[in-house]
């Protein structure tokens, strides 16, 4: 079953009007977002980058975009101001792979604070790495992997040790500690879903996974 049916058979039809996303990391729509946008008659998109927003804005003209560090707007509250405390229906975190902006790292910094976005009931999305690759001065890739030296590969898998208690996972091991990493903190799961999402490096087996929690309505 796809993400767009998910949603259809969980949000009722009657309820369309009313649905509404959240994009943390929207860039240009193209990614991630496609999985679900149309699903969605109200889509808040957030991105440090203008640029990215505008082709977003084209690309989703329901959308509305806020120029924003959205891992630090999390935190400090100011993105809750800036929706004006608005609970949404889906919750997505299309977020960098490594270490970016202020030296975040994934998703490490900010995901216990995703359920503070969505309504009861309402569903989380967001990206996971199960097997992160090593750069190489070889790497045919389009995206920052290519760009990382030793140390910054090192920090990185370091962040992951911490946060994960080991670098690389199973997909089956990912849903069981993301479902406890929520219900641990009092956002039990109806269900998950997932579906990988195709390598950019050729070679390397697909590594980057989708995750879809329906949260359960408490």
Known sequence: ME?????????PQSYFEKRSAIELFAREGTMGTADWASSFNRIVACDVNKSYLNEFEENWPASETVCIDSVAALRSGELCTRVQNEKFDFVSSDNP?????????????????LPGLCK??????????LNPFRPSPNAVANDVYCQMDDEWFENWMYRREVFYGKTNFSWEDTILFYMKFFRDLGFPSEFAYWRMRKSALVGHPDHLMYLLLKLKKV
Do not use: K, M
């Not at 792979?97 to 604070?113: A, P, R, S, V």
């Not at 009861?120 to 790495?129: A, E, I, K, Q």
């Open 3 to 11: 993400i767009e049916q998910i949603i259809s058979s969980t949000l």
């Open 97 to 113: 792979q490594g270490l970016y902006g202020d030296n975040y790292c994934e998703h490490f910094d900010f995901i216990e604070l």
């Open 120 to 129: 009861p009931g309402g569903f989380l999305f967001f990206l996971v790495n």
